[in-house]
Nanobody, 115 residues
Framework: QGQLVESGGGLVQPGGSLRLSCAAS????????MGWYRQAPGKQRELVAS???????NYADFVKGRFTVSRDNAKNTVSLKMNSLKSEDAAVYYC?????????WGQGTQVTVSS
């Protein structure tokens, strides 16, 4: 079994920053690719950023230069630092952990960007 729990969402003004965190438990996620996805109302879930077990990162074009994904394998956590937030970044953000055979999702955390 495995569980992912996100935290850190909330309301922020345009141009502001937030840091999302995901705590993984129930198994050793250090070998998993960890990532953040988001889903806005009426839209499909989309990849925001991911990080491999060795720290290689991948970002969606729409967040490059603004968001930073990181992980701490010893603590089984992954974070997403979001800067220069825009109204279009508003969504439910989901933590994801995947391997060749398994795929885990968190319950999501709401990010609202509004003045």
């Amino acid at each position: 079994q495995g569980q992912l729990v996100e935290s850190g969402g909330g309301l922020v003004q345009p141009g502001g920053s937030l840091r999302l965190s995901c705590a993984a438990s129930g198994r050793d996620f250090s070998v998993y690719v960890m990532g953040w996805y988001r889903q806005a109302p009426g839209k499909q879930r989309e990849l925001v950023a991911s990080i491999t077990s060795t720290g290689s990162t991948n970002y969606a074009d729409f967040v490059k230069g603004r968001f930073t994904v990181s992980r701490d394998n010893a603590k089984n956590t992954v974070s997403l630092k979001m800067n220069s937030l825009k109204s279009e970044d508003a969504a439910v953000y989901y933590c994801n952990a995947r391997s060749i055979l398994l795929n885990f999702w968190g319950q999501g955390t709401q990010v609202t960007v509004s003045s």
